[in-house]
């Protein structure tokens, strides 16, 4: 069982478009994190939320605590942004780390 | 300020072997953990550690041992190699207060290991 889905699993965009990519996670949380992990490299955390939402440049994160749902938001997105973005959440009262499998995002200039 | 520091980059070993992955970490963050990295699958949670002297298990720790005897270090052993062990391995800190995981999680670059 997965206790994180992403979807979708792959997404291509055209240089400009907004991306949206979403986790939904059946557990009980005390955080979500977002993390972001180009070709070859390192990761990189990028946001971490325990309600509402969060904003950094040209990237918005939300979360639902009641619907166990977040969404990542690139807006006007770039070739650079081009990488796999994995969400991760933190069990309430456990010291376990579920991650989803990520996103693999490809924007086309 | 070095971040997650994680030693080595690249190994190869042959089945039987033993080795040590290094991980040390400059922020004085009790959280401490090792994840594996395979195609399809995300990363799993191998051992963590919520402070010196304490260690758990993950959801595949089998194969793995782990020690902390500093807040800094967190190395991890494979104790017999097996091909099944090839695989990308993270390491990764976080602050931790009042038991709540509420800060940023730091990674190390990474260790390839290929177990032949």
């Known amino acids: 069982k997965n206790e994180v889905e992403q979807s979708p699993q792959n997404l291509t965009a055209q240089e400009g478009e907004f991306i949206t990519i979403n986790c939904s996670y059946s557990?009980?949380?005390?955080?979500l994190h977002w993390l972001q992990q180009h070709p070859g490299g390192g990761i990189v955390s990028l946001f971490m939320l325990s309600s509402g939402k969060k904003k950094h440049g040209r990237l918005i994160a939300t979360i639902n605590i009641q619907e166990k749902h977040s969404s990542l938001h690139i807006t006007a997105s770039h070739p650079r942004d081009s990488a796999v973005y994995i969400c991760a959440v933190f069990q309430t009262g456990a010291n376990n780390l579920f991650f989803g499998t990520g996103t693999r995002l490809t924007v086309i200039p | 300020n070095a971040g997650v520091t994680q030693t080595p980059k690249f190994q190869v070993l042959k089945t039987g072997q033993s080795m040590t992955l290094q991980c040390a970490q400059d922020m004085n963050h009790e959280y401490m953990s090792w994840y594996r990295q395979d195609p399809g699958m995300g990363l799993r949670l191998i051992h963590y550690?919520?402070?010196?002297?304490?260690?758990d298990q993950g959801e595949v720790p089998n194969g793995y041992n782990v020690s902390r005897s500093t807040t800094e270090d967190f190395p991890l052993r494979l104790l017999s190699a097996a091909p099944s062990q090839t695989s990308v391995y993270f390491c990764a800190s976080s602050y931790r207060s009042g038991g709540s995981y509420n800060s940023p999680l730091h990674f190390g670059n990474g260790t390839r290991l290929t177990v032949t």
């Open positions: 550690s919520v402070g010196a002297g304490i260690t």
């Open positions: 557990v009980g949380i005390s955080a």
